[in-house]
């Protein structure tokens, strides 16, 4: 059997090869790149694609109901300075502002949801800011996942052309 010209011999491939420093450093800064195809990361579940279009609803009531145990829809997209209100039963499904991770519920600074115990009505709450805003069942997000996000998106151009087809969001 003939062995390989000298240029492609095993020896020369390892030559080639970045140190193994750079390999995990080239590793490390690809983990820490945002998804590809300008994916953005679900927030309690909901990404834009997948949330409920609430960009044009005028003045009527935007409202996500829940019972037990799950919110109807969990995932909505409203626009700056738009309202939301809850309806269901606090005392045994009490809101709360916040992420789910990881198997813990993390604060998120600057959500507008406020914690409500008791009622049936959380009131309108205004979202003025571009964000997602999570929330959740203190009760049932662990065992039911009872939890969801008001995703408050703008457009890329800044003006009502009803052009969804590029997004503008700011995660806090």
């Known amino acids: 059997m003939r062995s390989p ?4 011999r095993s020896g020369n491939a390892e030559a080639r090869r970045p140190p193994r420093r750079a390999r995990i450093l080239a ?8 998804p590809p195809g300008g994916a953005e990361a679900p927030v ?8 409920v279009d609430w960009l044009y609803v005028g003045p009527t009531p935007r409202h996500v109901d829940f019972a037990c145990c799950a919110y109807a829809p969990p ?7 738009r309202t939301v209100r809850w309806l269901g039963d606090f005392t045994f499904h009490p809101l709360r502002a916040g992420l789910v ?13 406020p914690a409500v115990d008791s ?6 709450i205004s979202f003025a800011d571009a964000g997602s ?24 151009d800044g003006f ?7 997004w503008s969001l700011v995660f806090p």
Not at 5 to 8: A, I, L, M, V
Not at 27 to 34: D, E, F, H, K
Not at 44 to 51: F, I, L, M, P, S
């Open 160 to 166: 009502e052309t009803q052009d969804t087809s590029e």
């Open 133 to 156: 805003w999570g929330f959740y069942c203190n009760f049932h997000w662990a065992t039911d996942a009872m939890y969801g996000a008001v995703i408050v998106a703008l457009f890329a």
């Open 101 to 113: 991770i990881g198997g813990g519920t993390q604060s998120q600074p600057g959500n507008p949801i």
């Open 75 to 81: 995932c909505v997209k409203i626009r700056p300075g």
């Open 27 to 34: 590793l490390a800064v690809a983990l820490a790149l945002p």
């Open 119 to 124: 009622g049936t009505n959380s009131g309108q």
């Open 5 to 8: 010209p000298p240029s492609r």
């Open 44 to 51: 309690n579940g909901c990404t834009v694609r997948d949330a």
